[in-house]
Antibody
Framework: QVQLQESGPGLVKPSDTLSLTCIVSRHSIRGSDWWGWIRQTPEKGLDWIGFIYYSGTTSYNPSLGHRVTMSVDTAKNQFSLSMRSVTAADTATYYC???????????WGQGALVIVSS | ILMTQSPATLSASPGESVTLSCRASQGVNNNLAWYQQRPGQAPRLLIYGASTRATGISARFSGSGSGTEFTLTISSLQSEDFAVYYCHQYADWPPEDTFGQGTKVDIK
């Protein structure tokens, strides 16, 4: 069973950059899958941030894309999220996920709470 | 694509059956999944392809629909079924997934 584990700071200052990494276990990241990030807040629910393929091809949520960069490290079997110029509105639980190529999100990490506060 | 779930909250008793609805603002064929989320946990895949149960999911969960209208039915509610349920469309290419706002099933 694929395992996904988020890691990164739980507290980020306003206007700084939020950085998270997802370590993938028991499955090669070099497969026919999209790897992505979804965040959740009580107010907005589940909000897709973006997906990346192991080749580096990306698809970002248009509402966030100008602040988001995703990258993949195939040697370490992990992928990362960078979100610039964060505000309190970016406070959320961030999940990394595995999405099948033209299909469902099949696996979720346990989630990482990120609070944006000075 | 905007996904709208109804109702926002549904109160039911153990043993009852309930039906949750999800509507897409445009057709998504059968590219629709349902997830269950219990407090403090990540969402768990229940249904994909609108009607296919994921591995290990009880037959008490069934999905139906196509195009813009979808339903999730939970029969004979058990205590572990009281949770929040989300629908998710994955029809766009390149992927631009969207989720419904969720339906909370709580104990009457």
């Amino acid at each position: 069973q694929v395992q996904l584990q988020e890691s990164g700071p739980g507290l980020v200052k306003p206007s700084d950059t939020l950085s998270l990494t997802c370590i993938v276990s028991r499955h090669s990241i070099r497969g026919s899958d999209w790897w992505g990030w979804i965040r959740q807040t009580p107010e907005k629910g589940l909000d897709w941030i973006g997906f990346i393929y192991y080749s580096g091809t990306t698809s970002y949520n248009p509402s966030l894309g100008h602040r988001v960069t995703m990258s993949v490290d195939t040697a370490k079997n992990q992928f990362s999220l960078s979100m610039r110029s964060v505000t309190a509105a970016d406070t959320a639980t961030y999940y990394c996920v595995r999405r099948l190529w033209a299909d469902r999100i099949n696996n979720w990490g346990q989630g990482a709470l990120v609070i944006v506060s000075s | 694509i905007l996904m709208t779930q109804s109702p926002a909250t549904l109160s039911a008793s153990p043993g009852e059956s309930v039906t949750l609805s999800c509507r897409a603002s445009q057709g998504v064929n059968n590219n629709l999944a349902w997830y269950q989320q219990r407090p403090g946990q990540a969402p768990r895949l229940l249904i994909y392809g609108a009607s296919t149960r994921a591995t290990g999911i009880s037959a008490r969960f069934s999905g139906s629909g196509s195009g813009t209208e979808f339903t999730l039915t939970i029969s004979s509610l058990q205590s572990e079924d009281f949770a929040v349920y989300y629908c998710h469309q994955y029809a766009d290419w390149p992927p631009e997934d969207t989720f419904g706002q969720g339906t909370k099933v709580d104990i009457k």
